[in-house]
């Protein structure tokens, strides 16, 4: 039905930039959310940022100003831009949407497998 396949992910260091991406696959009518949360070891699963379908975004406080979230809706991805990366911001990236695929479930949530982000010198 629906895939979601994170990539971008890697290692760098302190300071340093990655561009994650998220592409939706499958059968799809709409997207109503797309998101970005993260989990480190010991740590529960946390929002990053979100983006809605008006292109409005929300972020959490930590990654204001260092972070952005985008989406093209015609290849229905998501992107996560994070710059000024610290080491505590190491942790498995996660995609999640909303998604209408046209049947009696309605709006469902998906999640990705994951991409790991490794911040260290």
């Known amino acids: 039905q629906v895939q979601l396949v994170e990539s971008g992910g890697g290692s760098v260091q302190p300071g340093g930039s990655l561009r994650l991406s998220c592409a939706a696959s499958?059968?799809?009518?709409?997207?109503?959310?797309m998101g970005w949360y993260r989990q480190a070891p010991g740590n529960q699963r946390e929002l990053v940022a979100v983006?809605?379908?008006?292109?409005?975004?929300n972020y959490a406080d930590s990654v204001k100003g260092r972070f952005t979230i985008s989406r093209d809706n015609a290849k229905n991805t998501v992107y996560l831009q994070m710059n000024n990366l610290k080491p505590e911001e190491t942790a498995v990236y996660y995609c999640?949407?909303?998604?209408?695929?046209?049947?009696?479930?309605?709006?469902?949530?998906?999640w990705g497998q994951g991409t790991q982000v490794t911040v260290s010198s």
């Open positions: 999640n949407a909303d998604i209408f695929s046209g049947g009696v479930r309605g709006r469902v949530n998906y």
């Open positions: 499958g059968t799809i009518f709409s997207i109503y959310i």
């Open positions: 983006i809605n379908s008006g292109a409005m975004t």
